[in-house]
């Protein structure tokens, strides 16, 4: 079979929904309609993709590995069919997505999200949830989103504009601060850690083993916002962005630690797919990041 690319969209629905009755009510086509997509796929393939599991269906391996690969495919996709030889901020109804950290939310994709709102009020800004998944294979998925905000350190060969000078802090329940985070009570008390691995460029870690520090035993979590909340109440340490962990209101009873050394630094930056270096919608998206770094940085 001659590859058809009209059936991306049917493959990438069946593989979505594991249905092909919930794939075509998706669609709005008939359900022999899908049938016929998907027995075509199947001989494509030479792989069942969806098989009967008891009363419900599973996907394939290949079918696994497909699903993401089509729906990479399928933004890819819609980016080029949005692709304009200028771009009109007042009057273009353009989506961007960005991928970001919960704690790039109430920082810097709330003032860019202003920003946009007032240069171009009818232009959507989507954010998707920063995965170890998704920047360990960057240089492909960057290809179907329109950027990635990281520190500087994670990613390398991608071009990228710094946005914020952030550093790192230690939060601990309010009733534990009479007892200063010397290095024996860091050793002792357990940790809270965001995205430790496999982001090597967030790991304290080394530096804290470069102060003596052992880290006991430690909760991770891809959640910054969900540190002070496993903090509070506990003998736990948790570490997370400074400038967010200031947004913690005075009497969620978690404070911010006097710590005896520097834990370092993170350069905030965004990074984007050479692909979209030359588009001029991106090129006025990296104006507005960047002057949204600099009100973050003034804050």
Known sequence: ?????????????????????RAAQRLGLSQPSLSAALAKLRRHFDDELLTRVGNSYELTALGERLAEQTSLALGWTDR???????????????????????????????VLADLVQE???????????????FVNRASEHLRSVDAI???????????????YRDRWACVVSSE???????REQLSTRPWVFAYQHPFSALSMMPRLAE??????SS???????????????SERIGLMPERLARLTPADSGVAIAELPFELGDLLESLWW???????????????????????????
């Open 211 to 216: 102060e003596g520090v052992r880290v006991r």
């Open 80 to 110: 080029v069919f949005q692709t304009r030889a200028d771009f009109d901020p007042e009057h273009s109804e353009h989506e961007f997505t960005l991928v970001v950290a919960d704690c790039h939310l109430p920082l810097f994709a709330r």
């Open 176 to 182: 534990t601060t009479d007892r200063p985070l010397d």
């Open 119 to 133: 240069q171009a009020p009818n232009v959507r800004l989507t954010f998707r949830h920063s995965t170890a998944q």
């Open 219 to 233: 909760i991770t979590t891809e959640d910054f916002l969900a540190v002070p909340h496993l903090v509070r109440g």
């Open 273 to 299: 797919h050479p692909a979209h270096e030359r588009d001029p919608a991106h090129a006025w998206l990296r104006r507005m990041a960047s002057r949204a770094g600099r009100v973050v940085e003034r804050s």
């Open 1 to 21: 079979m001659s590859p058809d690319l009209n059936l991306l969209v049917s493959m990438d629905a069946l593989l979505q929904e594991r249905s092909v009755t």
């Open 149 to 163: 905000v990281l520190p500087q350190g994670v990613l390398v060969n991608m071009p990228m504009l710094q946005l």
